[in-house]
């Protein structure tokens, strides 16, 4: 099993910066990749960016370039995502997950990931 623990999340006014982390635990050698999802009230979870673990090949909602960015720290066993020129549309509940690799589903599909964590919110208001 891998356990995984997301921080960093809070309160932020338009146009700022946050910097969301989560820390991976337990069989962590087993991980494919990891993911950054966010769930808005009354919609579907949404991908947000992956990275794979070994060469740190990184993945982008296309609507979330230049904005968004992801990566990871494989001495620590944590993954990033720096999100920066924040909008009130950015305001969700962010989720980390990972991978094993094992299901041929494409790396923005939630079916895809064999853990999650508890979830992250934030919140762009003025």
């Known amino acids: 099993q891998v356990q995984l623990v997301e921080s960093g999340g809070g309160l932020v006014q338009p146009g700022g910066s946050l910097r969301l982390s989560c820390a991976a635990s337990g069989r962590t050698f087993n991980i494919y990749q990891m993911a950054w999802f966010r769930q808005s009230p009354g919609k579907e979870r949404e991908f947000v960016a992956a990275?794979?673990?070994?060469?740190?090949?990184?993945y982008y909602a296309d609507s979330l370039k230049g904005r968004f960015a992801i990566s990871r720290d494989n001495a620590r066993n944590t993954m990033y995502l720096q999100m920066n020129s924040l909008k009130s549309e950015d305001t969700a509940v962010y989720y980390c997950?990972?991978?094993?690799?094992?299901?041929?589903?494409?790396?923005?599909?939630?079916?895809?990931?064999?853990?999650w964590g508890q979830g992250t919110q934030v919140t762009v208001s003025s």
């Open positions: 990275i794979t673990w070994i060469g740190s090949v990184t």
């Open positions: 997950a990972a991978d094993r690799g094992v299901r041929a589903l494409a790396r923005s599909s939630t079916g895809r990931y064999d853990y």
